[in-house]
């Protein structure tokens, strides 16, 4: 049975996801119960850690997809740091290294445009 441990960081602009274990068909429920309130609010910021993913298959891609594109549809992103093994390879075959573009740390990744207005 797949595992996924999920912790949410609330830090000064952006919230602080790290997911530990296996994200597939079985634990993607778990990603979005956590994560969807977060996309609720104005230009939602979130930065997911992956550095302890142990496993992604298509559904875990898939959670990532969607919750990224809720974000930009409010003026805000989802970025993935520590992007390694099954997540990797898949990002690369799947042609979406553009979609979640490489960030080495969690300063760089946390380093949003200013927001207007």
């Not at 429920?29 to 994560?35: A, C, I």
């Not at 990224?68 to 898949?90: F, N, S, Y």
């Not at 979609?99 to 207007?116: D, K």
């Amino acid at each position: 049975m797949a595992h996924l441990a999920i912790d949410v960081r609330h830090r000064p602009g952006f919230h602080l996801v790290t997911l530990e274990g296996d994200l597939d068909r079985q634990t993607r429920p778990g990603l979005h119960r956590l994560v969807d309130p977060l996309l609720d609010g104005h230009a939602p910021r979130i930065v997911v850690d992956t550095a302890a993913l142990l496993f992604c298959d298509s559904h875990g891609l898939s959670a990532l997809v969607d919750s990224q594109q809720r974000a930009e549809e409010r003026g805000g992103g989802l970025r993935l740091i520590g992007v390694q093994g099954t997540l990797a390879q898949l990002l690369v075959v799947t042609q979406l290294v553009d979609v979640f573009p490489p960030y080495t740390s969690l300063a760089q990744a946390s380093r949003w445009p200013r927001r207007r207005g």
